[in-house]
DNA sequence: AAGCCGAGTGAACAAACGTGCAAGGAGGGG
DNA sequence: CCCCTCCTTGCACGTTTGTTCACTCGGCTT
């Protein structure tokens, strides 16, 4: 970038702040800021869109503390965790609701990290539609490490989750860190080894001090099956077992019973994704889910204690809450 | 209110803040909005209107901390304090520059108070034009007390000042405390003797703990006087103790020089404002300032560090700036 | 030097929005 | 029981806003 350019861009922002600063503060028309501005009415309704999209303009909606949604109430107290119910109408498709959860967390996000965090974060459908609308918030010293390998026996996966980590980077201004491992490894040996390896080891280490984790929920018998069941990351056999052990779900590759437990789950030797325990020391732990085939995965996630704050969608939340 | 209004309010908060996630979070069109609570889009339009108007619905400007504008950059290397300039055409009226620098102080003065803090708030046009736009944000604990009297010869002034403090009360839900005293004493003699009486001492005792302190600032000999000076608090001998003084300004009725001294002005003595010394023991103090005229006033106030905050509009901070 | 490319602009159109108005309805008083 | 009042609603209209398109203008390539 030239310096020529770089000063446009400045000068960009400062007129997209004055812009936001006139219509969002002095309630002027754009109009009447095109004219201060000796611009067109549509540059100012861009600049505006511009300072919207980067976060200059930054809208939070504050719920007076005596006016959660009775949902969420009825959450916090059956769990314990803090809960953001999205508003989303019972007739939506799965990937209305899926799509419409994503864009509410990709603008509550800013809220949850700061300059000088770590924050870790899956992969799959979910994690995706986030990062196509996340807005952008400027830190320093802020890291973003991927939470579990996305090779699978066809593709290094690379590049499909290094654009969704990418995309996050890019909006927090935060350095990235990529995880270049397979989802699974065909045998718990290498993985073993490989975990020895100081670089492999460097990445876990700071897992251990994310401070922030956001993740999906994998659901494998559900009738939407998530990205990594659908991706052939798993064979016939992995099935099986899973079923056999009754496994009804999975964060970042580590699979768990509907009673949260873990042991005994043979995949989970070959899964990429941190251990419960170092994820549940984790002092912020956002999980995302849409539509009620995951409600099970959820249960058991809850179980798990995997959980503090919790973003899913309305039928969602009231089938959690509903006495079955 | 009846219980029956009062679960009609919780209803409409309740569908505010619902529209509001829908509008902002998720980008519907009021249209969509409408269909999906079963009202008319007038009706969204309405809530959205109540939503932002009562502050369930906050819009922030965050300036990157590289990009504050030149001006506030060279103001707050200057003078060490924070400004904040408001963008105004320099064609504007002194009536437009006044309320559109109001309505920007209204907007933001909820970022500077909380719960459990005791704000000062002086009086005057510019205190009253806030007053009338300030954004409502609910804390609790929160205290607003007068900072100067406000009777005169002919009034109590209790009305004015009172309709002005009870506004930011009511925006905030703090609790507000008057000062029931005239501006001005006839006698020194009689200050002394209330200031000594509980119920005043009570008063400024809380006046020397509060976290913020928000004032305009009065300039006895511009052009375009302010309220203390309009309203016949003032008589013609005390202006020309003033002038004899080499007065410039004023902040809550006490005056000071362009030196930003105030020994030896005779008029201090029947003042009811805060001492200087007091009031720059309060952490933030934020003051109010637009139009040329009172450049002289504001000078001086910079010279007495009775600022922290400068909110100005944009071509008196340029002629601040602009060496004489 | 001509020409190509991409970013950015304003005009024009279409979509979305705010608001005055008349109608409807609930609550309170006569 | 009726009426009056005040508040809310939806409609219709005019205004405001988003977006498409054709165009311009630097910068870079051939």
Not at 15 to 37: G, P, R, S
Not at 55 to 80: H, M, N, T, W
């Amino acid at each position: 970038m030239s310096l020529v350019d770089e000063s446009a861009q400045s000068d960009r922002v400062r007129d997209a702040l004055t812009a936001a600063h006139l219509y969002y503060m002095q309630d002027l028309t754009m109009d009447a800021i095109a004219h201060e501005l000796h611009t067109s009415r549509s540059s100012v309704s861009r600049l505006l869109s511009h300072a919207r999209a980067t976060g200059l303009v930054d809208i939070q909606i504050r719920s007076p503390l005596d006016a959660p949604s009775r949902l969420e109430l009825l959450i916090q107290e059956r769990f314990q965790i803090t809960a953001h119910v999205v508003p989303v109408p019972d007739h939506a498709s799965d990937v209305d609701r899926l799509e419409r959860v994503a864009l509410s967390v990709a603008r509550i996000l800013g809220q949850f990290f700061d300059s000088n965090m770590v924050m870790g974060i899956a992969w799959g459908s979910t994690m995706n539609a986030i990062s196509r609308h996340v807005t952008p918030k400027q830190t320093h010293g802020s890291q973003i490490i991927q939470l579990n390998g996305a090779g699978n026996m066809r593709t290094t996966g690379l590049s499909y989750a290094s654009e969704i980590l990418g995309r996050f980077g890019y909006a927090f201004g935060a350095h990235v860190h990529q995880f270049p491992v397979p989802a699974f490894f065909d045998s718990p040996a290498t993985k073993q080894a490989l975990w020895r390896e100081r670089s492999v080891s460097r990445l876990l280490e700071m897992q251990a001090r994310m401070d922030v984790a956001l993740f999906g929920l994998g659901s494998p018998f559900s009738e939407v099956p998530s990205h990594v069941y659908a991706g052939g990351y798993l064979e016939e056999a992995d099935y099986a077992s899973l079923s056999r052990s009754e496994v009804v779900g999975d964060v970042a590759t580590i699979f768990f019973r509907a009673d949260g437990s873990t042991d005994g789950i043979p995949l989970n030797t070959r899964g990429t994704g941190p251990d419960f325990d170092v994820l549940r020391r984790t002092p912020r732990r956002l999980c995302v889910v849409s539509g009620t085939a995951k409600l099970p995965s959820l249960r058991g996630a809850l179980k798990a204690d995997l959980i503090t704050d919790l973003f899913v969608d309305e039928s969602t939340a009231r089938a959690l809450v509903a006495t079955i």
